[in-house]
């Protein structure tokens, strides 16, 4: 019996390892979604309650204490097993997979998810990095190549795109999303649908999973998982707007967000589950919570009891508890209560079954764990993550053309803790990383590169500083009940102020490398300061006394307080969290094999306290340049350090010759923009143009400014680009509080472009 088992197991295990390496596609063509709704009806048809049920709910992969003592294989054989999430070992993976297509009565396969949120073995940069790179493309790209490891590695679905806008970068998730803007902020999340999907799922695409739906980013006080309060007008023309726009992309799966949203917890919240998403959209995928959502129903003082949050949750219209148990425990008593009827519950299994289908998953259950490295290691993959960080890169300020640096420093002083920190320079939410294992791709750091790139003759001294990590220790190490370690004494303090001292003095060069520890944004990782942790400022003010040229590179997953860097430092490099090969990709942009193009997808604050801060706010009647009774903080402005959509180049540019195709035109009808850009300096570099607008006067007061369209464009010193972009419906329209509706209203629009949220080129459009 054994024998014959094990046999019949080689020969699923061979058929897998035939197809992987002939092209999956071969022996099974993606199915339409056609094919996927028919195939699932009929499945569906032979369903209990209790396998629909099943369907609905995602497993932990990971034993955790409030998951009770459940055993996962035994609720797989039961068919009370949809999906797992948390698990990222192959042969753990295939193992759960056999047990649920050869053990469980309807052999339906487990559906395995994950945060595959910025690449899988090659970490990408964050993905606030890949906004700020505004080319779109480059994130598909990305997002492609990290779905497709996935894939291989038997993941076939992300919880990626987090779209939730970011006003406030004291909530630590801004890293994970596309920054400040909607536009900005939509363009990124088509990318990515189209990236981890394709064109169409099949087998070898991953579902995209739109998160967090919604409001989430608007938590009170920047306090991860904290309450948002948005009126719907803000909802609309703001917070929805990426998520519709991922929608639209066809993104397979949307995930519930944690927060009570207006008193309603998104994940029981009806009008964001049924009326906004299916009812005005037509979504047609499933909706998941996030983690222990449904049963924080309760928590939130929403739901009764878990009955009835699985009744509320499932009758707003989530389809999929992930990880509380809620559904499996409860669901099943509200139907036989008569609250949910079993045709309701039919409605919300079906798509979780078409996916599956639409993936191919039913053809191709398992992993191929020969091919997983092969594919996890391609070479491509790190060229192109290497490409990804360069053009993700913000260039803050460059006194005197300190950068690109001369080849000829022979003598440099790194200092920093993040400088040669292999934790930190992929960023948060790396999949191997999370798991506490060491990631496979050694990742590069600054140091490294830049001891490879000056070569053996020169003298590279390196100061750490005490690492951050001991002001703030990880969320993961918190849950482990690991404690902080103890943060720098006095004496030590000194010490490496000393060790900077001596080491800049003897300097021809300084690359400060500094920011915040990966651990200090992301989730649950809010801030009410945004100072460089420990001794950093003061191993910058060393640096910079020394009198010596000082170059400073960011890591960090939200603006921080760089006034004093701002004014004293030469040059400053936005790098964010630029992934595997950051290192290498620093050393392209400073030496100059890389001419940093990337803009800012936030408004740069001064301080903590200015926050939220954003540039497409409304209009005050008393702006903060008049003489008294303004807007404004006794001890700040209120304006940015520097604007949304700022960054420098090696090179200028020159914008002109804005003009509109007609300057007046019907409601709904569309004119063109069109501007010249053209590269003034002596180098060839890289021109984002951005177009602004703002509506004069209408049924409700509108943004000062709003961007409404953009290009990233390579320009040869003295070469000039005419850029064209659309001006209609889409980009004029709003929803009005008063009309209760989306429409163009007829007056005056202001229209600007140039090279970031402050351009003064400026035309009017009129709108009859
Ligand atoms: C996060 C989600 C994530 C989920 C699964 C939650 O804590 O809020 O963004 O997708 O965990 O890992």
């Known amino acids: 019996m054994l024998k014959l088992k094990t046999f019949a197991k080689a020969i699923v295990m061979l058929g897998c390892a035939l197809a992987a390496t002939s092209g999956a596609t071969a022996q099974s063509a ?73 053990k469980s009565r309807l052999h339906i396969p487990i559906l395995f998810g994950f945060d595959v949120i910025h690449g899988y073995r090659t970490v990408f940069p964050v993905p606030l990095a890949m906004a700020s790179s505004w080319d779109p493309k480059v994130e598909e790209e990305a997002q492609r190549l990290a779905g497709q490891d996935a894939r291989a590695a038997g993941i076939q679905w ?37 990236g981890f999907q394709g064109e169409a799922l099949g087998p070898d695409s991953v579902v995209a999973c739109v998160k967090h739906f919604a409001g989430y980013g608007a938590a009170d006080g920047g306090r991860d998982y904290d309450s948002s309060y948005v009126p719907e007008e803000l909802m609309e023309n703001v917070y929805l707007r990426p998520f519709h726009a991922a929608e639209e992309a066809g993104a397979g799966s949307f995930m519930s967000a944690y927060m009570d949203l207006n008193d309603v917890p998104a994940t029981g919240n009806r009008w964001l589950l049924t009326d906004v998403l299916r009812k005005d959209w037509g979504f047609k995928g499933f909706v998941v ?114 950068l690109p640096l001369k080849r000829t420093a022979k003598k440099v002083a790194v200092i920093g803790p993040l400088a040669d920190s292999t934790r930190d320079i992929e960023g948060g939410w790396t999949v191997e990383g999370l798991f506490g294992g060491a990631t496979k791709n050694h990742p590069v750091t600054v140091l490294a590169a830049l001891k490879a790139r000056l070569g053996a003759d020169a003298q590279v001294t390196f100061v750490a500083g005490p690492e951050p990590q001991r002001l703030y220790p990880s969320l993961f190490d918190m849950i482990q009940g690991k404690k902080p370690a103890a ?73 921080l307080d760089i006034r004093w860097a701002s004014e004293h430092v030469g040059a400053i490099l936005e790098a964010w969290y630029p992934g595997t090969e950051g290192g290498n990709a620093v050393a392209d942009v400073l030496f100059g094999d890389v001419n940093p193009g990337g803009k800012l997808p936030v408004s740069w604050p001064r301080v903590a306290g200015q926050e939220p801060l954003y540039y497409n706010h409304n209009l005050t009647h008393e702006p903060e340049d008049r003489p008294q009774f303004t807007s404004r903080y006794w001890d700040i402005s209120s304006k940015p350090l520097y604007p949304f959509g700022y960054g420098l180049s090696y090179t200028t540019f020159k914008f002109d010759q804005l003009k509109l195709s007609k300057t007046s035109v019907k409601a709904g009808d569309a004119t063109e923009v069109s501007v010249d850009v053209t590269n003034t300096g002596s180098t060839a570099g890289d021109a984002v143009a951005q177009v602004y607008i703002h509506q004069r006067a209408g049924s409700a007061s509108r943004p000062v400014r709003e961007l409404k369209g953009f290009a990233r464009v390579t320009l040869k010193p003295g070469e000039t680009k005419t850029l064209k972009f659309p001006l209609g419906k889409a980009e004029l329209e709003f929803w009005s509080p008063q009309t209760k509706a989306w429409g163009v209203e007829p007056g005056t629009f202001d229209v600007w472009a140039g090279e970031d949220s402050t351009a003064a080129l400026h035309a009017e459009l009129a709108v009859e």
């Open 487 to 559: 943060p720098p004494t006095d004496a030590e303090a000194a010490e490496w102020i000393a060790k900077t001292k001596a080491a800049t003095a003897d300097a021809d060069l300084v690359v400060a490398v500094m920011g915040e520890g990966a651990t200090m944004s992301s989730e649950s990782a809010s801030r009410s300061s945004f100072d460089l942790p420990g001794i950093q400022q003061q191993m910058l003010e060393t640096a910079v006394a020394s009198g010596k040229p000082v170059v400073l590179v960011l890591e960090n997953g939200r603006p």
């Open 158 to 194: 992300t919880f990626t795109p987090m779209v939730d806008i970011a006003r406030d970068a004291r909530w630590g998730r801004i890293v994970e999303g596309a920054g400040e803007d909607p536009y900005l902020g939509s363009a990124m999340a088509r990318a990515q649908v189209k």
């Open 289 to 402: 919570s996030d983690a222990f959502a449904v049963a924080s129903l309760q928590v939130h003082g929403f739901a009764r009891d878990p009955e009835d949050a699985a009744y509320k949750a499932a009758s707003a219209g989530l389809n999929m508890d992930m990880a509380s148990q809620t559904y499996t425990k409860n669901l099943a008593k509200v139907v036989k209560a008569g609250k949910i009827s079993e045709a309701d519950i039919d409605k919300l299994v079906l798509p979780v079954l078409e996916v599956k289908y639409e993936l191919g998953l039913f053809d191709h259950p398992y992993v191929d764990e020969s091919q997983v490295d092969a594919v996890l290691n391609r070479p491509e993959g790190l060229a192109l993550e290497r490409k990804v960080a360069g053009r993700s890169m913000v260039l803050l300020k460059n006194d005197n053309h300190l």
């Open 30 to 102: 993606p199915i339409s979604q056609e094919e996927a709704h028919r195939r699932a009806l009929v499945l569906l048809k032979q369903m209990t309650l209790d396998e629909k049920i099943g369907q609905m709910t995602q497993s932990s992969g990971v034993q955790m204490p409030m998951l009770g003592s459940d055993r996962p294989d035994d609720l797989i054989t039961q068919g009370k097993v949809g999906s797992v999430l948390w698990l990222i070992d192959v042969k753990e993976i295939n193992r759960l997979q056999h047990l649920a297509v050869e």
